[in-house]
């Protein structure tokens, strides 16, 4: 077993992100923070450490148990991480997305695509928290 690893790969291999660029990504929109602190992407993380991913609504919080580089099976994530994530962070999943309600007029029909970018964009700015 290793000593350190890639924040990006240990977040992939313990399956918090489906693959590691979108744990790369993450790393580099400040959504990853080890220890209170944001990280890049090739950040060496060590047992132990604290490991904050916000993916909207929820911030969830794992402590490392232990480093692996390769893709474990679910099963196995425990071994790996602890998810320390508190109980009111977890609440908000349970909050509806559709209490927020976008009315169209009746009778406009499907939206074109440029009000469907429109929409995306309040929806966006609405659940992501860009930095």
Do not use: H
Request: net charge positive; glycine share 4%.
């Amino acid at each position: 077993m290793e000593e350190e690893i890639r924040i990006d790969k240990w977040l992939w291999a313990v399956r918090i992100f489906k693959s590691r660029s979108d744990a790369a990504e993450a790393c580099r929109m400040n959504r990853v923070t080890v220890n209170g602190s944001y990280c890049k992407p090739s950040r060496e993380l060590r047992e132990g450490d604290t490991v904050e991913v916000r993916k909207l609504p929820v911030t969830y919080s794992f402590r490392v148990k232990g480093l692996v580089s390769n893709r474990q099976p679910a099963k196995n994530v425990p071994l790996y991480a602890d998810n320390i994530t508190p109980q009111t962070e977890l609440d908000k999943l349970n909050i509806p997305r559709e209490t927020i309600f976008i009315s169209r007029d009746r009778g406009t029909g499907r939206p074109t695509k440029k009000e469907r970018r429109e929409i995306d964009a309040l929806m966006d700015g609405i659940y992501l928290e860009d930095d």
